[in-house]
């Protein structure tokens, strides 16, 4: 199960003034799933209607109903295959979205399993959380407990000015439970919790 105020604690690390991303990088496919074009930019250099744009694209993943339309999911254990998406969201988080070809990769094995009738992005968020340390009384202290590395993977559709939508598919990787860092699970989001796109669970968990 995931923890509420976890989740939480996360996107409020997710405004212009706290903001903890560094670098969107992704796809515009087209509706047969085909990439139509690539991105792959330094959060920070933006200016801040993007920014804005972008902030809430990525806060839709961790801000929506907890154990309704973002679930957690555990990898299945043993080898990672070197093509899985295990391995791919593995390399992306420690390395920060900077090898196009895995971006590349991770795009075009997502749109095996998304069925939307349109064109639509994928977009992919690299962050940094210092995670404080909190005392007794559960107040934050000054030191960090750990770095949180993580990215978050939201999928909408877009308009001809590649307008995107909200996000109807999505994941955040690795999960944060407890707050900490846990890769062997992935929190998946699907945008209709009675319908979860279970095809698109599948494929990300490799099974």
Do not use: W
């Amino acid at each position: 199960m995931i923890n509420r105020e976890d989740m939480l604690e996360l996107t409020r690390r997710m405004t212009l003034s706290r903001n903890c991303f560094y670098r969107v990088a992704g796809a515009y496919m087209d509706p047969e799933g085909y990439i139509d074009n690539t991105f792959n930019a330094n959060f920070r250099n933006m200016g801040t209607h993007d920014k804005n744009v972008n902030l809430e694209l990525a806060k839709t993943i961790p801000f929506s109903k907890t154990n309704q339309q973002l679930r957690s999911y555990e990898f299945p254990k043993g080898d990672m295959a070197y093509d899985s998406i295990h391995k791919l969201v593995m390399a992306l988080s420690q390395y920060g979205l900077k090898d196009d070809l895995l971006v590349q990769t991770l795009c075009e094995q997502l749109a095996e399993a998304i069925h939307i009738p349109q064109e639509y992005g994928i977009f992919i968020y690299h962050g940094l959380y210092d995670v404080p340390r909190k005392g007794s009384d559960n107040e934050e202290q000054g030191e960090s407990e750990e770095v949180f590395q993580f990215i978050i993977c939201a999928v909408a559709r877009i308009d001809k000015d590649y307008n995107a939508a909200k996000p109807e598919l999505g994941f955040l990787f690795p999960a944060f439970e407890n707050r900490s860092s846990d890769p062997s699970r992935i929190d998946i989001y699907c945008l209709d919790p009675e319908n979860p796109d279970m095809g698109f669970v599948k494929k990300i968990l490799g099974k």
